[in-house]
């Protein structure tokens, strides 16, 4: 019997000795483990928080610069807006006296697409008139109505 637990004491002992060392290493990996766990939650919510700021400011980015495509898109529009003028004058001759007056005919163009008629305006000339000064003042299709801007090239005008 002596001799038995001089056999089996140092295979007890091993057998103790590798399941204490495996419960210790155990133990390690599972300290390790939670370490692990509670950086990679600090930079979970480190990434969050700069998600969220970054996609605020991304928001206001995107706003903006759809804003800023939808203004110049408008003001290319409204750059192939123009305006085509024309006048004359015309005598009608009467029994007794003979009736000057201007006629002033404009219509606008997009690129070169008519958008309307011609629209014509009459008036009696007196003698010395400024035929200039009266087709400026009579005019409907302004520069400045027909765009939002301020300046620009003239509308285009042709003498017939």
Request: glycine content about 4%; proline content about 3%; hydrophobic content about 45%.
């Amino acid at each position: 019997m002596e001799a038995l637990i001089w056999i089996l004491l140092p295979g007890f002992t091993a057998v103790a000795s590798g399941l204490l060392a495996w419960f210790i290493m155990q133990s390690r990996m599972e300290v390790a483990l939670a370490q692990e766990r509670e950086r990679l939650a600090e930079t979970r919510g480190a990434l969050d928080a700069e998600k969220t700021a970054l996609g605020a400011s991304l928001d206001i980015s995107l706003k903006a610069a759809e804003a800023v495509a939808k203004q110049e898109a408008m003001d290319r529009f409204m750059d192939d807006l123009r305006v085509e003028q024309r006048h004359y004058t015309r005598e009608n001759r009467m029994l007794t006296r003979n009736r000057k007056s201007l006629v002033l005919q404009e219509r606008i163009y997009f690129r070169n697409i008519p958008l309307s008629d011609w629209i014509e305006h009459e008036i009696t000339l007196d003698e010395g008139a400024d035929v200039n000064r009266l087709v400026q003042d009579m005019t409907i299709f302004d520069r400045g109505v027909v765009s939002i801007t301020e300046g620009g090239p003239p509308p285009k005008k042709q003498l017939a």
